[in-house]
């Protein structure tokens, strides 16, 4: 057997490859970097959680989570241990089968989009050449997971829910492909580490009104305020997971913190030019950049959440037709022209046009959206 040499984390940190001669080879690589990306998830997902209950008590003028542990540290664990010893409760008529391989199907496929994401690099599970195309497909597995639950739990409030769902992420699905598109058309590459390394500027400058529509968008497909139409309480009680108790409540509340995650690593690497910072070339230091843009991108979705009301459902759809896919398509249009037509301007030109352009965009179409008294006109 080989000897080996080589120190296992630094080289998944600082390369995302290990040796070659590291024993088993494929496999025992792939097993270190899922039990890491796992860990991430889990960790940041309580993190996150903390973070959204400290900083949101802020802006409703409280203290928020401060007895279990320094500062209220130890909140989350709580509630974890909390959730895992409820009863599981499963209603008599509903799909047993269905019912239990829902919250399965939810969260699965918002782990494996983690697989590649670059936390700095090299240093990604897969680097594919086509990494945003893997991320656009397998983002939207996680909604077939939320329409089992509304159609397994035999539920009217679930299954309303449910059509809500494919409603919704339908809609919002076509803006955001097409805001991803232009970030393509700038970097010249599909591969998520290639964007990062493309970006000279970071693209939330040659691309405010892709990062907005991809922002906007982003919120509606994991269900966050003010597009939280698939749980709207007053509406429809706790939405897809209502008849859902016990650990399998536990892995839908995971799988929108997941999304969560995963929406803010996305837009970290598409526009805030990933790990890259001042002396990203000592170690670790590109992955504490990366986090950092992480938690401030979640930290715009909690401010978000805590400034804005919910929306109706009819203007979520109407805000997704009339709105943002228009702004798509223009905004491509206006990509796919300064890269065909102007390849050798400097981008810091661009910058200044996509700006102002990006101003009068939105100030034009934010014209179909008026408040009008007691009424809201969409």
Known sequence: MPTVT????PTVLNTGILAPDWPAGFWSHMIIFVVILFLFVIFMAMGFIYFERRVISRFQIRIGPNRVGP????????????????EDIVPLNADKLIHLLAPVAAIVPAIMVFAVIPFQNGAALANLNIGILYIVAISSVSVVGMVMAGWGSNNKYALVSAM???AQVVSYEI????????????AGTLSMNGIVLAQKIPYILLQPLGFLIYFLGSMAEINRTPFDLLEAEGEIVAGYNIEYSG????????TEYTEAIAVSTIITTL????????FDSLPVLPVIWFLIKVFAV????????ATLPRLRIDQVMGFAWKCLLPLALINLLITGAQVVFWPNVSQWVFVGVNIVLAGLLIILFSRFFRTTGDKIEA
């Open 6 to 9: 080589h120190n296992i984390l």
């Open 71 to 86: 500062f209220g540290l130890f909140q989350p664990v709580a509630d974890v241990i909390k959730i895992l010893i409820k």
């Open 164 to 166: 809500r769902v494919i």
């Open 175 to 186: 803006p955001l492909a097409l805001a991803i598109i232009g970030v393509i058309l700038f």
């Open 247 to 254: 650990f399998k409540f536990a892995l839908f509340y995971l």
């Open 271 to 278: 526009y805030l030019s990933g790990w890259r910072g001042p």
């Open 298 to 305: 979640f930290a715009l979705i909690i401010w978000v959440r």
